[in-house]
């Protein structure tokens, strides 16, 4: 069964730029295999198939970011610093901790009153 087309202007789906997308997966496998050579064809295949999922994955993340309220990306701030906090107590005794947590605790109070 084949699978039914998809229209690139579909209601809701946003537009991207394939070109774009297929040059950024070159750079990713030209990138990956500066000075060395993949063992055969079927390496070199599976190599670039990861490089261009890896270009329409953030080719669809980039999107996505475009679309989010300055609320959303703040909350997403607040949340990312929570669990570096999490992180840094989560440390063993003997490794010394973070020397900005005052600045982040800071940063956390600003962005909380935003939102």
């Not at 496998?29 to 329409?56: D, I, M």
């Not at 993340?61 to 475009?66: I, Q, V």
């Not at 990306?73 to 610093?81: C, F, G, P, Y």
């Not at 999490?86 to 962005?111: N, Q, S």
Request: net charge positive; with cysteine; hydrophobic share 45%.
């Amino acid at each position: 069964m084949l699978n039914p087309r998809v229209r690139t202007a579909a209601e809701g789906m946003p537009k991207f730029d394939r070109a774009a997308i297929m040059a950024h997966a070159w750079r990713l496998y030209r990138k990956q295999w500066t000075g060395v050579r993949p063992a055969n064809l079927q390496a070199r295949r599976k190599s670039f198939s990861r490089c261009l999922k890896s270009a329409w994955m953030t080719a669809k993340w980039n999107a996505a970011e475009a679309l989010k309220t300055a609320d959303q990306r703040a909350a997403d701030r607040v949340q990312e610093l929570t669990l570096e906090l999490m992180r840094d107590d989560a440390r063993d005794w003997r490794v010394p901790g973070r020397a900005d947590r005052r600045a982040i605790f800071a940063e956390i109070a600003v962005l909380e009153r935003r939102v």
